[in-house]
């Protein structure tokens, strides 16, 4: 009896050696595909103008083909080669934003593979604030689509190891860049004539565009596409970033009476908690070997917080927990793509026990008559 074929195993390549980052680039520019860092998660790369390379990232993550990718550019003056129109607006925010976790949707280039924008007249576009994906995409000499490079609706990469933990039969390399330094995937906005359209929370904050922005008027959709038909942007499923372990989202005043109700109908399962600041106290007779506890900031900060979430939730899927409790952060800031990231992590729960709360429902200060929303109004309440 013949022995099994082997399983190629993706290729790990260092950021810091020349050579390495050549040959990443030399297998993107075959129509290749692998693990590229960026300051916000790790992406599946692709040329963006191959669509047989596009089309192995869509096999890879095992990804739906309605939904879109975003493209990444190394410098402002590529943006023309994939949107065919930019608003004055959208170029001030790309100016102002650029490099950095903001994505822009905006109308494309015809020359764009219609696999890349799931058939869609956008296109969702970015430069990335890592140096190196910059450098891979300059030498490659073509915009590269990169979703985040774990398998579709799990938890995201933000270490070359987590790629290589989930992918490395699926690819063809892992370029190390070290860990991501925000954490969390970039914020979608789409450009609109009357305004801007949030898609996505991520790392550019609202509060820090409409400080840039005042007098920039905010439209929110207040009700969830469909999960079959063509999304405007990656990220929008009411169902994604998810564990295998059922989570729970629980609000602060909430948490701890959750944790301390859970060992006596469930005495002998291992519970997994994601704290904001603080675990929550817990009574003298319960099982704290069974508790695995992870804590997003001590101190309170949103940015470590973001940095640390998918690691601590990838960290508490491993540790076998029967159930993860996660702790809501503050709606502010930062703190809305955190809880954005948590909601869609657990909808599988919530589905099942048949009260899902819609990520897209809409967050405070929303004047719904109007479909405006004034991210303003968030800092009085």
């Known amino acids: 009896m013949s022995e099994p074929t082997p399983v190629p195993r993706a290729l790990r390549l260092a950021g810091d050696r020349p050579d390495d980052v050549r040959r990443a680039v030399q297998i993107l520019q075959q129509g290749g595909i692998g693990g590229l860092p960026t300051e916000t998660v790790y992406g599946l790369a692709a040329d963006a103008f191959q669509p047989r390379a596009v089309a192995r990232v869509f096999e890879a993550k095992q990804r739906p083909a309605f939904d879109p990718l975003i493209v990444h550019l190394p410098h402002l003056d590529w943006l023309p080669r994939v949107a065919r129109e930019v608003s004055p607006l959208a170029r001030q925010l790309a100016e102002t934003f650029w490099p950095g ?45 990169a979703p985040s490079a774990n398998p579709f609706g799990r938890i995201s990469p933000t270490t070359a190891q987590h790629v290589c ?57 207040l009700t969830a596409p469909s999960q079959t038909a063509p999304q405007v942007a990656p990220g929008q499923l009411t169902q994604h970033y998810a564990p295998r372990t059922p989570l729970e989202v629980v609000a602060p005043s909430e948490f701890a009476s959750r944790v301390q109700a859970w060992h006596p109908l469930c005495p002998t399962s291992r519970l997994g908690l994601l704290c904001w600041q603080e675990p929550p106290e817990l009574p003298s007779n319960s099982p704290r070997s069974q508790i695995i506890t992870h804590i997003l900031s001590r101190e309170g900060d949103l940015r470590t917080a973001a940095a640390r979430l998918f690691a601590s939730l990838r960290e508490l899927d491993a540790a076998q927990t029967q159930l993860i409790l996660a702790e809501q952060v503050p709606e502010t800031g930062l703190g809305r793509a955190i809880n954005d990231r948590l909601r869609r992590a657990g909808a599988r729960g919530q589905e099942q026990n048949g009260s899902v709360n819609s990520p897209y429902s809409a967050p405070n200060g929303v004047r719904s008559s109007k479909n405006e929303w004034n991210p303003r109004e968030d800092e009085k309440n």
């Not at 280039?109 to 994906?133: C, F, K, N, Y």
């Not at 390399?173 to 925000?182: A, I, M, R, S, W």
């Open 101 to 145: 976790p903001l994505t822009l949707v905006l109308p494309r280039q015809a020359a764009v593979p219609d696999l890349v924008t799931s058939g869609l007249e956008s296109v969702a576009v970015r430069i990335p604030a890592h140096p190196l994906a910059r450098e891979v995409i300059a030498q490659v000499g073509s915009p590269l689509a």
């Open 165 to 221: 933990d989930q992918l490395a039969d699926r690819i063809d390399f892992v370029l190390d860049g070290g860990p991501c330094t925000v954490g969390v995937e970039s914020t979608i906005v789409q450009v609109e004539p009357e305004g801007l359209r949030l898609l996505r929370p991520g790392g550019a904050t609202v509060e820090e565009i409409t400080a840039a922005f005042p007098q920039v008027t905010w439209l929110m959709s």
